[in-house]
Nanobody
Framework: QVELVETGGGLVPAGGSLRLSCASS????????VAWFRQLPGEEQEFVSP?????????????YYSDSVEGRFTISRGNGQNAIYRQMNNLGPEDTGVYYC?????????????????????WGQGTQVTVDS
């Protein structure tokens, strides 16, 4: 089970940007698929986006984004392969919440499974993002 640590949260004015990081405290994330979730105040945890690693090595990593963040958020892998980044631009008060990253080394036959919380075995403690209106 991978242990993850999220950093980079904080207070930002509406329209601002933040870059979150997700790093492994133990095993490398090189052969892991990683996803970002968030929990907005009073709501259940929401899936934001996965970065899917393909075991065949010939296929570029696949990323998806929920409608609520499409065009504003991006997910990418660090050059050292042991960190995943979430770049968040044009933030609004509706983005205020706790952001979590999760990882799995399992390879699923369908990308559908990467949208499910129970597909991930390693989780971080979360980092708070607050957008001031």
């Amino acid at each position: 089970q991978v242990e993850l640590v999220e950093t980079g949260g904080g207070l930002v004015p509406a329209g601002g940007s933040l870059r979150l990081s997700c790093a492994s405290s133990g095993d490398t994330l090189t052969k892991s698929s990683v996803a970002w979730f968030r929990q907005l105040p009073g709501e259940e945890q929401e899936f934001v986006s996965p970065l899917i690693w393909h075991a065949d090595g010939a296929t570029s990593e696949t990323t998806y984004y929920s409608d609520s963040v499409e065009g504003r958020f991006t997910i990418s892998r660090g050059n050292g392969q042991n960190a995943i980044y979430r770049q968040m631009n044009n933030l609004g008060p509706e983005d205020t919440g706790v952001y979590y990253c999760a990882a799995t080394t399992r390879v699923y036959m369908s990308d559908y499974f990467y949208w499910r919380k129970d597909s991930y075995s390693g989780w971080g403690q979360g980092t708070q993002v607050t957008v001031d209106s």
